[in-house]
């Protein structure tokens, strides 16, 4: 009985300390999970804090009650998220369309980057074709380095570094 009040007790200073920090969402979510297996990389502590956070259905308190790391809102997956994870399932398809400048899977990418009308959807193709080999410099590119390269790039470009 006393274990489990002082894992309580640990519990809810750690959801305390992450309210008062403005949380931590990863693709697990928020919740216990996510602050017990605090590693944002590593398949193993995802798979382990979404597991937690859903066996111990404390999502609905945190975001009901704004603490654990959740909004109110529900928000769960940053827009940063959405990208990498978009990019890294669609990497093949993103390097072929962004050497031909243009595509249903860059038009994707664009729109999640950011870019809502068609004047900076149109440079973003440009600046992708034209910076090909900035974006994707050797076959050992990964996606998150695409990302990175792509923003880089992006930050260059009066048009496309306000996105």
């Known amino acids: 009985m006393k274990k489990g009040l002082f894992a309580l007790a640990v519990l809810l200073v750690a959801a305390s300390a992450a309210s008062a920090k403005g949380g931590s969402q990863t693709s697990a979510g928020c919740g216990w999970g996510t602050m017990l297996f605090e ?7 995802l798979i382990l804090a979404a597991t937690t956070n859903g066996t111990s259905a404390n999502q609905t308190f945190g975001i ?9 809102d ?3 997956v940053s827009n940063d998220k959405k990208v990498e994870a978009y990019a890294d399932v ?9 050497a031909q400048g243009g595509g249903e899977y ?3 990418l664009a729109a999640l980057m950011g870019c809502k009308d068609e004047a900076e959807r149109k440079a973003f193709y440009s ?5 090909y080999e900035k974006i994707i410099p050797s076959e050992k590119t990964d996606a998150p380095a695409m990302i990175h390269n792509l923003r880089t790039e992006m930050a260059g470009d009066s048009l496309l570094k306000t996105l």
């Open 39 to 45: 590693s944002k990389t590593k398949k193993l502590h």
């Open 64 to 72: 009901t009650s704004e603490t654990i790391g959740c909004t109110s």
């Open 74 to 76: 529900g928000t769960w």
């Open 90 to 98: 669609n990497f093949e398809r993103l390097s072929k369309e962004m």
């Open 106 to 108: 860059l038009s994707g």
């Open 127 to 131: 600046l992708a074709q034209q910076r």
